[in-house]
């Protein structure tokens, strides 16, 4: 558990000034620190040397900004006492999103290393991809681009991901543009799984809502017996993800489609290159 500061510790750095990063050089277990490669409001995203096998990796801290900081060294500290359970229960969500992630072995899938607790806080170390979100992808290209065969080479590896995750009971439930990565070698990798959770058998687990209003399905706002979260709640995620990719722009909230629904069809919309197939069945799963 992470210290609170106290006088004869430096106090934890504020969010935005970007000084809770560990700077190049550290040393974390076999690996090496050399750059951030991304930092979030729930953590820190290094590139990392793995000394042993040498070999570029992404290393993930659990920094969550709004409740801890950089103490003295490389020790996380709390930024007051009050944040010790939150701070624990999302230390105990990352440490079950990486045990999750270990046991997959799905091209789609992160894959993870290692992971271990140290500091005061948590770590995975996981390959190093190259490429693009699907948003940046989607502002970087033409939107002809994305036509039937490209949609395929995006849809067919996540639902295999989605097949190997829904049968041992896991679901994402935060599928989106940003949460999907199109790597250089033309391929998806869905990323970030905080938001997942195990079922097990038919016990309702209270968890806290986390979600896109664009891509979360009704049921992911109070889950009730009549509206239980399950595979379904993928399906739709990844359908509005597509939907984006096709038109540019986000669909409607599910709560603003319930009353009544002004969702554009994609049949209706047609958008180039896509096959009246494809386009049915996305509707479908909206």
């Given at each position: 558990?992470?210290?609170?500061?106290?006088?004869?510790?430096r106090a934890p750095t504020s969010p935005e000034d970007g000084s809770d990063a560990l700077?190049?050089?550290t040393r974390l277990a076999e690996f090496e620190i050399r750059e951030v490669l991304g930092v979030g409001g729930f953590g820190i995203v290094y590139r990392a040397w793995d000394a042993a096998l040498q070999r570029d990796v992404a290393l993930k801290e659990y920094m969550p900004a709004s409740l801890a900081g950089r103490g003295a060294g490389e020790r996380v500290t709390l930024r007051a006492?009050?944040?010790?359970?939150n701070f624990a229960l999302g230390l105990r969500s990352f440490v079950n999103e990486a045990r999750l992630l270990a046991r997959f072995d799905q091209p789609a899938l992160v894959k993870v290393f290692r992971f271990w607790e140290g500091n005061g806080t948590a770590y995975m170390a996981m390959p190093l991809y190259k490429g693009r979100t699907l948003r940046q992808l989607r502002k970087a290209m033409a939107p002809a681009a994305f036509d039937d065969a490209w949609m395929h080479a995006l849809i067919e590896p996540l639902l295999g991901a989605l097949e190997v995750m829904h049968e041992a009971e896991v679901y994402h439930r935060d599928i989106a543009p940003d949460n999907i990565?199109?790597?250089d070698d033309d391929r998806p990798v869905l990323l970030d799984f905080g938001a997942a959770r195990l079922v097990l058998g038919d016990r309702t687990q209270n968890v806290t809502a986390i979600?896109?209003?664009?891509?979360?399905?009704?049921?992911?706002?109070?889950?009730?017996?009549?509206?239980r979260q399950g595979p379904w709640t993928d399906l739709y995620a990844?359908?509005?993800?597509c939907w984006f990719m096709l038109t540019g722009r986000a669909p409607l909230?599910?709560?603003?489609?319930?009353?009544?629904?002004?969702?554009?069809?994609?049949?209706?919309?047609?958008?180039?290159?896509?096959?009246?197939?494809l386009l049915r069945v996305l509707d479908w799963a909206l």
């Amino acid at each position: 558990m992470p210290e609170a500061p106290n006088p004869g510790s430096r106090a934890p750095t504020s969010p935005e000034d970007g000084s809770d990063a560990l700077p190049p050089g550290t040393r974390l277990a076999e690996f090496e620190i050399r750059e951030v490669l991304g930092v979030g409001g729930f953590g820190i995203v290094y590139r990392a040397w793995d000394a042993a096998l040498q070999r570029d990796v992404a290393l993930k801290e659990y920094m969550p900004a709004s409740l801890a900081g950089r103490g003295a060294g490389e020790r996380v500290t709390l930024r007051a006492r009050a944040h010790e359970e939150n701070f624990a229960l999302g230390l105990r969500s990352f440490v079950n999103e990486a045990r999750l992630l270990a046991r997959f072995d799905q091209p789609a899938l992160v894959k993870v290393f290692r992971f271990w607790e140290g500091n005061g806080t948590a770590y995975m170390a996981m390959p190093l991809y190259k490429g693009r979100t699907l948003r940046q992808l989607r502002k970087a290209m033409a939107p002809a681009a994305f036509d039937d065969a490209w949609m395929h080479a995006l849809i067919e590896p996540l639902l295999g991901a989605l097949e190997v995750m829904h049968e041992a009971e896991v679901y994402h439930r935060d599928i989106a543009p940003d949460n999907i990565l199109w790597c250089d070698d033309d391929r998806p990798v869905l990323l970030d799984f905080g938001a997942a959770r195990l079922v097990l058998g038919d016990r309702t687990q209270n968890v806290t809502a986390i979600l896109k209003p664009q891509f979360a399905p009704i049921e992911q706002y109070a889950e009730t017996q009549a509206m239980r979260q399950g595979p379904w709640t993928d399906l739709y995620a990844l359908a509005g993800t597509c939907w984006f990719m096709l038109t540019g722009r986000a669909p409607l909230p599910a709560t603003a489609r319930v009353m009544t629904d002004d969702l554009e069809s994609l049949a209706r919309l047609a958008p180039p290159g896509c096959s009246p197939r494809l386009l049915r069945v996305l509707d479908w799963a909206l």
